[in-house]
């Protein structure tokens, strides 16, 4: 079910979701499996592609709701992308 709700990100993925706020400002976020599950992605419109960046649980409050998760990611990436220009 999660598959074929991303295979649907191929047409108009910026028509689809919401966009997200503050931490995640730049991702979008659409639901799966009955409104349990959210998919975080991000376009890419230069070259049409769309990046998943984090699926999984909602979970308000949860160190492993997907939002707090995906964010985690995200601030870890960037900090060793940062790392690598030095």
Request: net charge negative; charged share 40%; hydrophobic share 35%.
């Amino acid at each position: 079910m999660i598959l074929r709700r991303i295979e649907k990100l191929k047409d108009e993925p910026e028509k689809q979701g919401k966009a997200l706020s503050e931490e995640l400002l730049g991702y979008r976020s659409i639901r799966s499996v009955g409104q349990r599950y959210r998919i975080i992605y991000r376009i890419e419109q230069d070259r049409v592609v769309v990046v998943i960046v984090g699926v999984g649980r909602r979970k308000e409050g949860d160190k492993r709701d997907v939002y707090a998760v995906t964010q985690d990611l995200i601030s870890d990436l960037e900090i060793d992308l940062e790392d690598d220009e030095y």
